[in-house]
């Protein structure tokens, strides 16, 4: 699945200057953290969490990036991106991204959240950062979460590009609308691990490495000789060795023009590799990147559902409606949609 003619990312060593393995898992540190380099101006913090942060789920994979950019005066910037979930006795991941800050000479000037769920990890890192800004995407985080997003420091983006003074220093912002989460089966909406409603998520592309990450849950890449996800999680999201695949759990079109033309300006983006928040350790895809977007968005963009693991919702649902509310509430408002159509 790696394509090494034209990668100039690289796989990280996985070991601190102690020489001891880094990795953090939820609620326990197995190791020294620390950011690796993992390709010209990328780090990465590889974890390990519980689906929906739940302690309870079975244990996926989880990434945290940090970006360099740059003023074109030269002046550097980290942005972190994913933050994970922290282990607040250990002072953890907060110390680590304080060094690399210290050792670059480059100040945190941002954290992005990638988008649902995601969002749960904030509050913390807003609190250890009071002074740097972290963006959510508008619309089912500030319903989910109000606490956070009531925050001094915490900002709320809207829908297409945004944040164009750090795409001036090379990386690219998008918030992509148009969608739902979970399926709707029988005037029901299904959802794995967390409340319904529209979905957000918040793609980047990152000049200096060529990478692209695919804005949280949506799509995930496997490649041949990872150790597969524990069922259920790997039937669910319909994983297939040395593919790259949507997630038919988490997403559905609602609205099939917003979420087409959310599609087409991330294909406009020059980006070569497709990094991925949930792979295993030391797992991307190098080198052949749009390639594979363009063949997953190519069939959105041109309305071919028979191409896609997903399709419209079954009814329409106006923006907004859902709250993310209880089930009782839920079921209430499909009433009230169902007498529309």
Known sequence: MQDHRHNHLHHP???????ERCCMAVGEVLGPVCFQPIGPDLWSLFTNHGGGNSRFGPRIPNRMFVFRVREAGGKS???AFNVVQPDLEAD???????????????????ILNPGPEHHLSLIPYAEAFPDVPIYVAAGRI?????????????????????LPELGRMGLHVHVWGGFMEGKL??????????????????????????????????????????????WPASRMLKLREGHVTWSPVHYS???????AAGAQRTLD?????????????????????HAVAESLMRPLIEGDWDSLPFGREALEIPEGFIT??????????????????
């Open 13 to 19: 060593h996985h070991h601190g200057r102690s020489g």
């Open 77 to 79: 910037h980290l942005v």
């Open 92 to 110: 953890q991941p907060f110390l680590a991204l304080r060094e690399l800050s210290a050792e670059l000479g480059a100040p945190l000037r941002a």
């Open 142 to 162: 500030e319903r989910e979460n109000p606490t956070l997003c009531a925050l001094p420091n915490v900002e709320r983006l809207g829908e297409g590009d945004a």
């Open 185 to 230: 089966v029988n005037r029901t909406q299904l959802r794995f691990g967390a409340r319904r409603g529209t979905a957000e998520p918040l793609l980047v592309w990152h000049e200096a490495s060529g990478a692209f990450i695919n804005g949280g849950h949506g799509w995930f890449s496997w490649p041949v000789g990872a150790k597969p996800l524990p």
């Open 253 to 259: 079109v609602h609205d099939h023009a917003r979420a």
């Open 269 to 289: 983006w020059n980006f070569e590799h497709i990094l991925d928040l949930h792979v295993p350790l030391d797992r991307h895809l190098w080198g052949r990147g």
């Open 324 to 341: 993310g509310g209880t089930w009782k509430s839920y079921r209430k408002a499909l009433r009230g949609s169902a007498s529309s159509v």
